[in-house]
T-cell receptor, first 114, second 116 residues
Framework: AQSVTQLDSQVPVFEEAPVELRCNYSSSVSVYLFWYVQYPNQGLQLLLKYLSGSTLVESINGFEAEFNKSQTSFHLRKPSVHISDTAEYFCAVSYSGGYNKLIFGAGTRLAVHP | GAVVSQHPSWVICKSGTSVKIECRSLDFQATTMFWYRQFPKQSLMLMATSNEGSKATYEQGVEKDKFLINHASLTLSTLTVTSAHPEDSSFYIC????????????FGPGTRLTVL
């Protein structure tokens, strides 16, 4: 069955430290990959996506993720986090192409401490 | 832009009653809307895909007679949980995809349903 695994339910980190949120998916011929962020009392917002082309994708607020086909991973990284990055992060995969059907991971709670 | 709202944000109801949840795209038209369900500390699970003017497409294992979906306009989709039971208590989230584009889904803030 198609699935997405986020290995860490919670990641505590100090401000300005680097962070990596892990995401693995079940193998498929073709996938589209997404990271969403959810701030308290708000809807999910698209952080970044991989559809095709360069395997390294970046967001406007310093996050990046790399599509690794051989390891079926799409880990999210940031070299230096801020307090404002505290949120829930969801990895999602579309096996059918585009935004038609998203399969989500369970989410990782990133808690940035001063 | 691209704001999706849900109403109510939380609701508590008695077992056996029906509850309606609204999902609105506030500043764009959405031919397609999606309904998800999220249990605590678990993934969002797609329940159904709602297309304006036609019947919703339900995912395997989702009872269409229990979770009634209506998408009567390009800005509104409703999910009605009929004869709710405590096991229906969950977080329900909708998303909307702008019409005419192969564009991303924009998510609502979710509705917390508690059935006593």
């Amino acid at each position: 069955a198609q699935s997405v695994t986020q290995l860490d339910s919670q990641v505590p980190v100090f401000e300005e430290a680097p962070v990596e949120l892990r995401c693995n998916y079940s193998s498929s011929v073709s996938v589209y990959l997404f990271w969403y962020v959810q701030y308290p009392n708000q809807g999910l917002q698209l952080l970044l996506k991989y559809l095709s082309g360069s395997t390294l994708v970046e967001s406007i607020n310093g996050f990046e993720a790399e599509f690794n086909k051989s390891q079926t991973s799409f880990h999210l990284r940031k070299p230096s986090v801020h307090i404002s990055d505290t949120a829930e992060y969801f990895c999602a995969v579309s096996y059918s192409g585009g935004y038609n059907k998203l399969i989500f991971g369970a989410g990782t709670r990133l808690a940035v401490h001063p | 832009g691209a704001v999706v709202s849900q109403h109510p944000s939380w609701v508590i109801c008695k077992s056996g009653t029906s509850v309606k949840i609204e999902c609105r795209s506030l500043d764009f038209q959405a031919t397609t809307m999606f309904w998800y369900r999220q249990f605590p500390k678990q993934s969002l699970m797609l329940m159904a895909t709602s297309n304006e003017g036609s019947k919703a497409t339900y995912e395997q294992g989702v009872e269409k007679d229990k979770f009634l979906i209506n998408h009567a306009s390009l800005t509104l989709s409703t999910l009605t949980v009929t004869s709710a039971h405590p096991e229906d208590s969950s977080f329900y989230i909708c998303s909307a995809r702008p019409s005419g584009k192969g564009d991303e889904q924009f998510f609502g803030p979710g509705t917390r349903l508690t059935v006593l």
